[in-house]
Structures are given as C-alpha cells and as structure tokens.
C-alpha cells in the first residue's frame, strides 16, 4: 500500500501561523495540532477567528451569517469601475446572492457534461506541447511556468479559445490573476485590469458563434435552463473557470511532483499506473492541498459552534489542518494513495462546494504523466524548499530547486 511519512520537521525555531504556514517547508505537525481545535478560536495577530477541525470548518462554510465577502465590500475597491471589477462582481464563487445558487447549478451542469476523454486528450497534447521545448539538464525554472501554463492552456482550448491566441491568454490570466491578490501593488493593478479587458475581448465574441460547441457554449445552455441569458455573466464565469484553475491546479502538479520526487519507488509505479496516480493525486489534495485557506465574513452577530462572532468578524478556514483531522481520516499523518473513505475540504463544503475537482485532477494527472516520462533531475527537485508566496495557495516552486 503506497505510503509516506514526511521527514522530521525542522522549522528553523521559527513560529509559523495560519498564514505562514501555507508557504511553510513543514507545516505538518502544525495543522495537525491545529486540526484539534474544535470550536473557533481568535488569533490576534492575525486578527481572525480561526476555524481548523472539519466540523467546525463545515459549520462556517454552511452557516447562513458567513459569507464569501464582506457585506459592504462585494468587489474589492481597488478593482471597481474596471474590466476585472466587472469580471469579478458576475464570479459566482464571488457571490451569495439570489443569483447564486441557480447559477452556480449551470455550472456545475456545464462541467459535468465535459466529455472525460476529451480532458485527457487536451491534457495530454499540451502537456507535450509545452514540454517540447525541455532539454536534459536544463534549469527547473521551467516547471513553474508549465504548472502555470498547463491548466490555462488545457481550460482555454475546453472553452473553445483557438489554439493561436493560448499564449496570450496565458499571458493576460496570470497579470488578471496577480491583480485579485490582496495587497496588489498599483503596478499589479493596472497590469490586472489591463489584463481583464483583454480576456473579455478574446471570450466575448466567442459566445456569439453559433458554431461553438465548447465549454463556454455549454454554460450559455446551462445559464438559459436556470433563466440567465446575460453575456456579461456567463463570460465572465468562464474567465473564472481558467482563474480557479490558474493557481489552484498549478498548486496541485508542482505539490504532486514534489511528492514523487521525493518516493522514488511510488513515482515508478505511478509512472505505470495510471489509476495509481490518479490515487496519488486525490491524496495531495488531501494530504498537501494547493488551497491551504480561505475566508467567510460575518454579516450578522450570531453564534458557531457556542462562539459568539460578531458582524463585520473574518474567519479563516485553514482547509489543510481540517484535512488532518482524525475525525474525518485515520491516521491522517501519513499519505496513503489506497486510503479508504477519504474526505477533505480542499474544494469546500455546501453552498461554494468547487465543482472542478475532476477537471483539476484530469489536467495534474496529464502534467504529472508526461513530467514522470522525462529524464528530470529527480533528486533536485526532492529538495526544492521555495513556495510561491501566498497566503492561500500553496505551490512549491523548483526555481531555487
């Protein structure tokens, strides 16, 4: 049975946080004390009420008082008045409104109508694609830009976007992308919403071609059955299908690959076997998920779990210690790519429930494929120690590897 313990952690004496944890060489025994905690808890460094056991993880995400955004802030200040505003105010992950629920379903209807095959063979044509270019010995620097890449290109080309304009929109998601960071600076910004009016002018004419039969295609038809025929929604919904994936899948290939460089033996027999790599990768997104965090925000005074929380209070949902918790998984410490009955939070809970987990796996496992082919320097890449800083996504990066 495929299994792995992490080494002993070493920290360097240095205290990490729910938000440092994220970009933590070995936040492991961290999340799982943290996953402990079963009623909320305030951090007041961080200022936030902390959510980590998987109870308490789900009763935020499903209580009616926690929202996606702060009630008086629906789209971030700095983006109002622009193309990413615009993109970001239609995002039904972005929204809890009347709208949501009958939209969010054409999403996921819209998802779940893609044809599995067709992934795979997206997937696996431009993970050859942007390998091509790979020579043997050469720097790992490369491999950040194919986990960026590769989600976009495989996405994009779904949707219906000609294989001639994937590089610019690669280009222009990851500038769209950089802009919806917390803390952007005003260079960012600006790239960001230069960057959106680009995406919506490649997108937008796309839905009105009648002989479109791709992703995007099938949200219009989706949106019609639920009563939605705005443009600017189902466009914008679209754009966020490719924004989701840009970090959150890419998190997903560079963790995974780290995992096998790392057990050279499983990386072998996944190489193989795809079903066993199929399994390795459902462990990450339990075990090392790319989404380490989000947040809810309080609209109203209530109570969680017998902690009074007040209007206008930020929770933090820290998904990757609730994954570790022993309520949920046995022996939650170890990987295990035959665990049984696993469950994680990776992709949320109720309401805001993902429902790209099989789209995201389909496009790591095409990447991980091909990458586990290749003549790599394995053993650099076991000690890439360097992460992409966030204080959400976690995404090891092989740079500095």
Partial sequence: ??????????????????????????????????????????????????????VTVEAVMNHPMCRVRPQAE?????????????IFRHLVRMNDGAGHCPFKQA?????????????????SYWAQHLTAAYSAGADDAWLDNFAFQMPVY???????????????????????????????????????????????????????QPESRGLLSLLAQQAAVVGCTDA???????????????????????????????????????????????????EILRWDPPVQNTRRFVVEDCEIRGQAVQAGDVILLTLAAANRDPAINLRPQIFDAHRSQRRHLSFGNGAHLCPGQQLAAQIAHAAITRLCSMELNFDRLAGAQKFRPSANVRMRLYSAA
């Fill in 1 to 54: 049975m495929p299994s792995y313990t992490p080494a002993p952690e070493n920290t360097g004496g240095i205290a990490i946080d729910a938000i440092s944890a994220v970009t933590s060489p070995s936040p492991h025994s961290y999340y799982a004390e943290l996953a402990l905690n079963e009623s909320l808890f305030h951090d007041g460094k961080l200022g936030v009420w902390i959510a980590s056991s998987a």
């Fill in 74 to 86: 629906p789209v971030p200040k700095a983006l109002i008045g622009s193309a990413a505003g615009d």
């Fill in 107 to 123: 999403i996921s209807s819209a998802l779940q109508s893609l044809d599995i095959p067709q992934i795979q063979q997206q997937g």
């Fill in 154 to 208: 495989v996405v994009a080309s779904l949707l219906g976007a000609p294989s001639t304009a994937l590089p610019e929109i690669a280009l222009l998601m990851r500038d769209f992308v950089s802009c919806l960071a917390a803390g952007a600076s005003a260079e960012k910004l600006e790239q960001g919403k230069q960057a959106a009016a680009g995406l919506l002018a490649i997108f937008e004419p796309m839905l009105k």
């Fill in 232 to 282: 600017a929604v189902i466009v914008a919904n679209g754009i966020g299908f490719m924004s989701q994936a840009y970090e959150a899948t890419a998190g997903l290939i560079a963790n995974t690959l780290y995992l096998l460089a790392n057990d050279a033996p499983l990386r072998q027999r996944a190489a193989q076997d795809p079903t066993l790599l199929q399994a390795c990768i459902d």
